[in-house]
Structures are given as structure tokens and as C-alpha cells.
């Protein structure tokens, strides 16, 4: 009789442990290490670490920052193609007017577009607007966020008519420097928006971490 209770007791125990591991929702890490950019500019050479966690539904982005410009707020994207191409960082070659810099529309050529905005609301997809972390008077700043996947997917297909984000296929970059760094006029932004603001200062490419 004592056996059979232990048995039953131990085969209770193991369907209890598996039914918990099925209930945890999978998980898969990806992580970008971020490599200088513009060095010559910043007169710093920043660096870092992009982490993606992605838990069931939950998305979680963790961003840690040295060398870069110091007390100044530093925009930060991942960047990708919208029909899926494979996005890579730059390269000296990027500069295709040879002033030196590699500015934000020299980037697109391996890069693509810049996506999902890595700020306070990631699913708001609000680039231009977004509440961006604040660079130590050191020079540091770390970035914590988690999101909705399903929210995140439905914004990005509203912007890219693609649910996919496809973290494997995207790069991240940091942007900005001090806003009366000196820059030729040849260094180019987006519309309004100076350049200064969106001048690459580092960037990584995203790729899957081995579990």
C-alpha cells in the first residue's frame, strides 16, 4: 500500500512539474553588441549592449550605454528593410560623399529605415516624438522597457504592412551628439530634424543568443 501511494505521489508530482513547465511561456534572447561610429565627430567611442527578451507576449529591451556624448538625450532605434532584406551596420564604404561622416541617409543603403523606436511607449512607433533616455555626465545611461508583442506587431504593420518584426534581421543604432557639435552642410537628417540628433554614434546588428 505505501508503495503504491509513493508511486502515485511521485507520478502526481512530475504531471504537477510538467503542467508548470507548459504553462511557462517560451523564451528566446537576441542581443546586439553596439560598436563605435563617427568617432571623429563625437571625439567618444560608444559602446554597449542591446538585449531582447521575448517571454509568451512579453518583449523586454534592455540598452546599456558607455562613451557616449555626455547630459544629453540619445535617440536609439532598431532599423530594417520593409520587405524583409537582411540589415547590416555600415561600413566606411557608406560614406558615398567622402565627407568624413556617416550620416542617418548614408545608412540606408545596408540598413534600411529606421523602425521601432526604443523610448518610454515602444508600441506608440512615435520616432520623431518619443521620450529617449538621458546620457550620464559620465557619458552612460542604461534603458529598460517591456512591451506588448501583440501591440507591437499591430503598430508595426500599421506603419510597415508587416507584422514580422524579424529581430535577426534589424540593426540598432544610438544616435546624437551635442547640438552645436559642428557638422559639414554635405552631413544629411530627416526633414526638420537636425543632424546633430540622428547622427549614427554607434550601431549592432541583432542576433539570436544561444540558449
Known sequence: MYLKFLGA??????????AAYAAAPPTATYVATLQPMNTNVTGTSASGEARFTVAGDTLTIDISM?????????????HGFTDNRDATCPTAAADTNHDGIIDLIETS???GTTMVPFDADPA????AHGQYP???AAGTYTYHATV???ALRA???????DQHLDLVRRVVFIHGVPSDTKLPATVKSLGPIPAQVTLPIA??????AAQ
Not at 505521489?9 to 510538467?18: F, R, Y
Open 9 to 18: 505521489l511521485l507520478c502526481a508530482g512530475t504531471l504537477s512539474a510538467a
Open 66 to 78: 558607455k562613451g557616449v556624448p555626455p547630459s544629453m538625450v540619445h535617440w536609439q532605434h532598431f
Open 203 to 208: 550601431c549592432g546588428k541583432i542576433e539570436r
Open 134 to 136: 538621458t546620457a550620464s
Open 109 to 111: 543603403t545596408t540598413a
Open 124 to 127: 506608440g512607433m512615435d520616432v
Open 148 to 150: 506588448s508583442l501583440s
Open 155 to 161: 503598430a508595426f504593420a500599421k506603419a510597415f504592412h
